[in-house]
């Protein structure tokens, strides 16, 4: 297995010169004071070396070995506990975080970035700051300010952890079903009894202390989605003097047997009658949590980057060594039995495949971060509004689209190690274990499809696809024609993907079920061609730079691949949405 490096370099390309993102954070207030791009490569160079060197090569025998539960008890695999101490130490968990309570402040377009490394590294080691720091957004954004003055700081240090607990033993999707209570106290606190399942890091040594957000109903709540709230419950109370006081009723039943990501503790918790503390507004807590989905959502999505990035080096340098036959055209290696692999035609259809993929992902993740961080931080209405509204309509692409090829890339790299990648010890077949959950968890991605598809372009009327729609032709105008190649290719796709939108529109006024048998196809063309748009972008950047001949040219050779065999893709999945739903339902449910 590979060492793993960072990807600074077409990190720095991605940030500076694709997006100029130092222009946009120097129009927002709330970051102009933060991060300039001097900072923000620092912070990148910074977090590049401690995943690498210190969470990186703790991976494979942290898979062997996984967690284990003990009457109650969770403890992570040899060297997390160090790992984590290092990463908490160095100010990683709270990249993100509201620098009034100690986080560092860093914009989503730089934390995107710091991710991608720690999951690339680690995808088990990963999920621990990430549902902190998720944990922690909703906190910051709705609760009260002594909650916040409590918790916020102890957790983005790291010295405390966060969970979120959703999903009930019934429950998976359809929250609005949960039976998780929470009864009122004279003191103003809650009891909270119920059990969770698929709790990821609900309980571990990692930490201190670990400080659980949970979905229950209070007793008069209205039935479904619009009954639930939210309640901050530690796993130790916490005195008036910020010391640790006695331990709630808030315990770990057992963790899941899973395919993967074994180092990450995914727990069942049961809260008999634990104290905790109500966030936000009685009855709202849907919309308290889904104030982190968003960036949850696209953080899912870099989980399946990160994995495709790192199958992706290892597949490389075994493809550069691994001798076998010779290439199509005679030899190249004439001093050798054999040639490397990477000279055969199918072997670097599976590495450019990979490498379209992962850089696309790439720019596409960094280029949602930025609406968000438009979101979050512009003083100018119209721009937020825009940006929640773009928002709205790419995060369920990121989750969906970013996994889905991270499932794919994995594969590729596997298969480049032929028998090998089989093998545990050269963990390939790991890294296609655990980037599977990414499709499954945060909702999954036949979930996303339908939301992208029936919320956010049926339900708006076409209006959010049409934002995305707009900017991307506005490029087109403005591509010169040097830029031909890459600007036809890309209005022709975007002209099939408007028509299917249309069509999609116009069917789902007298058949809703058009709308869930559209959903995933659909989503996977808006996905190829988002990715056509950031490889126009990309291709306009590498033409401009100057010097490093060997990566730009590398650029533009990529993107050349793209337009070439990944695009016409989109033939195929318009063809499979136009053929509608009526082939769906052609057998009763006892003939499957």
């Not at 990821?200 to 040594?205: A, K, P």
């Not at 024609?481 to 036809?488: G, N, P, R, T």
Request: glycine share 10%; net charge negative; aromatic share 8%.
């Amino acid at each position: 297995m590979a060492d793993y490096k960072a990807p600074l370099r077409d990190m720095r390309f991605v940030l500076n010169e694709v997006f100029n993102v130092a222009e946009q954070w120097a129009q927002l207030p709330g970051l102009a004071e933060v991060v300039d791009a001097d900072t923000a490569m620092a912070v990148l160079e910074e977090a590049g070396k401690v995943t690498a060197k210190t969470i990186a090569p703790l991976s494979r025998g942290a898979d062997e070995e996984g967690c284990h539960w003990d009457n109650g008890a969770v403890s992570t695999p040899a060297g997390f506990i160090e790992a984590y101490n290092t990463y908490a130490e160095g100010g990683w968990v709270g990249v993100g975080g509201d620098p009034v309570f100690g986080g560092m402040g860093m914009p989503k377009a730089i934390s995107a970035q710091v991710e991608e490394m720690v999951n690339a590294s680690s995808l088990a080691f990963g999920l621990y700051p990430m549902l902190t720091a998720g944990a922690c957004l909703s906190i910051n954004a709705h609760a009260s300010e002594a909650l916040k003055a409590k918790y916020l700081p102890n957790m983005y240090a790291g010295v405390w952890a966060g969970s979120m607990c959703l999903t009930e033993p019934h429950a998976g999707t359809d929250l609005g079903i949960i039976r998780t209570k929470a009864e009122p106290q004279a003191d103003g606190s809650y009891k909270v009894s119920g059990t969770k399942i698929f709790i990821t890091g609900g309980e571990h040594d990692l930490t201190e202390n670990i400080i659980h957000l949970v979905l229950a109903k209070l007793p008069d709540a209205p039935a479904g989605p619009k009954g639930i709230s939210l309640f901050l419950v530690p796993k130790f109370l916490v005195n008036e003097d910020g010391s640790l006081g006695t331990r709630n009723p808030a315990t770990c039943g057992s963790i899941e047997h899973k395919m993967g990501i074994q180092a990450s503790a995914t727990c069942v918790m049961n809260f008999d009658e634990a104290v905790g503390y109500i966030v936000g507004e009685p009855n709202k807590g849907l919309a308290a949590m889904f104030t982190m989905m968003n960036y949850e959502r696209l953080g899912v999505g870099i989980q399946g980057l990160a994995s495709a990035e790192r199958s992706y080096q290892n597949a490389v340098e075994y493809a550069r060594d691994r001798l076998q036959s010779r290439a199509p055209t005679g030899p190249h290696a004439k001093d050798k039995a054999a040639d490397p692999i990477i000279v055969h035609p199918d072997v670097r259809r599976m590495l450019l495949t990979m490498k379209a993929q992962i850089e696309g992902g790439r720019a596409f993740s960094t280029y949602v971060a930025m609406q968000l961080d438009s979101a979050k931080y512009s003083e100018d209405a119209a721009v937020r509004k825009r940006s929640e509204e773009l928002v709205a309509l790419l995060t369920p692409v990121a989750k969906a689209f970013l996994t889905d090829l991270g499932l794919e890339s994995t594969v590729h790299g596997q298969q480049v190690f032929g028998g090998h990648g089989y093998i545990r010890e050269w963990g390939q077949e790991q890294l296609v274990r655990d980037v599977r959950i990414t499709q499954i968890y945060e909702g999954t991605n036949g979930i996303q499809a339908l939301d992208l598809m029936g919320r956010k372009v049926v339900a708006s009327g076409g209006a959010y696809y049409r934002l995305f729609s707009d900017e991307i032709r506005q490029f087109i105008a403005s591509a010169g024609s040097e830029l031909d190649e890459f600007a036809k290719p890309l209005a022709a796709s975007l002209d099939q993907l408007d028509g299917l939108t249309e069509w999609v529109l116009e069917q789902a006024k007298g058949n809703p079920n058009e709308i869930g048998a559209a959903s995933v196809e659909y989503l996977h063309a808006f996905g190829y061609v988002a990715y056509a748009y950031m490889w126009a972008l990309m291709a306009r950047a590498a033409k401009a730079g100057e010097g490093d001949e060997a990566f730009y040219s590398g650029k533009l050779g990529t993107a050349r691949f793209y337009f070439a065999r990944l695009l016409p893709r989109v033939d195929s999945l318009v063809a499979s949405v136009k053929a509608g739903s009526e082939s769906l339902y052609l057998l009763d449910a006892e003939q499957f």
